[in-house]
């Protein structure tokens, strides 16, 4: 007869957990979500949250190296919420580190699904529009390719982004037409949403590398290809999910399109910048 997987008594023939005890450590693994979530929305003391989770993760036999799942997985449901609501505050965030020291949680682990960086960029537009300089919140692992000036703060870097150069000069195309395979890259399908119409915008590859934001350039490079704008050469802005298109001073300039960044947040940071 094997035992209970939960208390260890004697399961019964063909089994071996008992229905009372799994129930426990469903309920005991529920209540412990729950308790996460509460403190991350409304606050509340950290140290003696974390001795009521012992006691419940003891008594319902929750072992102690099955908890940092449960607090990523509550992290991630409850913060993605507050943001979604427009409930995220600066209250909170103080919150997200607290609870980050408190459960001892790496960046890594809090950013398995991208929350981290989430939560790190919505401070960044936040200290934009109080009119800071936002400070890094982001460990930058990758090296830097750029030489920062002395008054310059790094926001942001991407990696694996294609940059793609609007040649104002190839705009004439405008037919649709298919294209073949190794054209495809070329060219950006440009939708055009009060006439309907979609124009084919030649686009020339210029590589895929690291491209950084600061507060006072963009900055793109791919192997000895170096490019650099000035935030205050930017004269608009074009965004998607997942590209921007930055279109410089000047009448028929080119623009340049950077693919695989997020698009939402560059346009959010670089209209903040401008001045
Ligand atoms: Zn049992």
Redesign the pocket.
């Known amino acids: 007869m094997a035992a209970?997987k939960?208390?260890?008594?004697k399961?019964g023939f063909l089994s071996n957990?008992?229905y009372?005890?799994e129930l426990k450590y469903k309920q005991g693994k529920q209540r412990v979500a729950q308790m996460v979530e509460y403190i991350l929305r409304n606050g509340g003391e950290f140290s003696s949250l974390k001795k009521r989770i012992k006691e419940i993760a003891i008594s319902s036999a929750v072992r102690l190296q099955e908890l940092d799942a449960i607090y990523i997985k509550t992290f991630n449901k409850a913060v993605n919420s507050l943001i979604e609501e427009g409930h995220f505050t600066e209250a909170i965030e103080d919150r997200i580190a607290e609870f980050q020291q408190a459960f001892q949680l790496s960046q890594e682990m809090l950013d398995q699904d991208g929350t981290l960086k989430r939560v790190a960029k919505l401070s960044i537009i936040r200290d934009l529009d109080k009119g800071l300089i936002p400070e890094p919140r982001m460990v930058v692992e990758s090296y830097l390719p750029f030489h920062l000036q002395n008054t310059e703060q790094l926001i942001w870097i991407f990696n694996d982004v294609e940059c793609y150069k609007q040649n104002p000069n190839l705009q004439a195309d405008t037919s649709l037409r298919m294209l073949g395979k190794n054209e495809k890259r070329h060219y950006y399908r440009k939708v055009d949403e009060k006439s309907e119409t979609v124009k084919m915008v030649q686009m020339q590859h210029m590589g895929d590398g690291t491209c950084a934001l600061t507060n006072e350039h963009v900055y793109f490079t791919s192997g000895n290809k170096k490019y650099k704008l000035k935030i205050n050469n930017i004269a608009s802005t074009e965004a998607f999910k997942d590209q921007i298109s930055l279109f410089r001073e000047g009448f028929d300039s080119d623009a340049q399109l950077f693919k695989n960044i997020d698009g939402v947040f560059m346009y959010n940071a670089i209209n903040r910048l401008i001045s």
């Open positions: 209970c939960y208390c260890g008594e399961a957990k008992h009372f005890c």
